[in-house]
C-alpha cells in the first residue's frame, strides 16, 4: 500500500480557509492520479476532488466546486487543497491517496484502506 501524510486540518470559523497538504511517503508521486476524500461523522467516505497524473485533469464534487482547488506539486512530492469559504458541511477528516482515473465528470477509485487524515472543523 502506498502510504500518505495528510496535514494542514484545523479549526476555522465560516467562510475560512485552509490549505491542505497530501505528501507521498518513501515513493514518489509522479506517475499517480492523486485525490482528496473526507468522511464527516456518521457518513461514508466521499471523494471531494481528483487530479491526474500527466495532464493536470481535475475533478471536484459539486458541492466543492469554485470552493476547492487541487493541485500537485511532483517536485515536493505533495498535492495540495486549497478550501476557500468553508462552510460548517465541510466538516470532516480529510484524507489523501491514489485514484484508479480522473476525467472532469468523475474520479473512479477502490480504496478500502485509510491514513490518519486531518481534521477539519468548521464552525462559529
Known amino acids: 500500500q502506498l502510504q500518505f501524510v495528510e496535514s494542514g486540518g484545523g479549526l476555522v470559523q465560516p467562510g475560512g480557509s485552509l490549505r491542505l497538504s497530501c505528501a507521498a511517503s518513501g515513493f514518489t508521486l509522479d506517475y499517480w492520479p492523486i485525490g482528496w476524500f473526507r468522511q464527516a461523522p456518521g457518513k461514508e467516505h466521499e471523494g471531494v476532488s481528483c487530479?491526474?497524473?500527466?495532464?493536470?485533469?481535475?475533478y471536484y464534487k459539486d458541492s466543492v466546486k469554485d470552493r476547492f482547488t487541487i493541485s500537485r506539486d511532483n517536485a515536493m512530492n505533495t498535492v495540495y487543497l486549497v478550501m476557500n469559504n468553508l462552510k460548517p458541511e465541510d466538516t470532516a477528516v480529510y484524507y489523501c491517496?491514489?485514484?484508479?482515473?480522473?476525467?472532469?465528470?468523475?474520479?473512479?477509485?477502490?480504496?478500502?484502506?485509510w491514513g490518519k487524515g486531518t481534521l477539519v472543523t468548521v464552525s462559529s
Open positions: 491517496g491514489e485514484v484508479l482515473t480522473v476525467k472532469p465528470g468523475s474520479c473512479v477509485y477502490d480504496r478500502d484502506y
Open positions: 487530479i491526474s497524473s500527466r495532464d493536470g485533469t481535475t
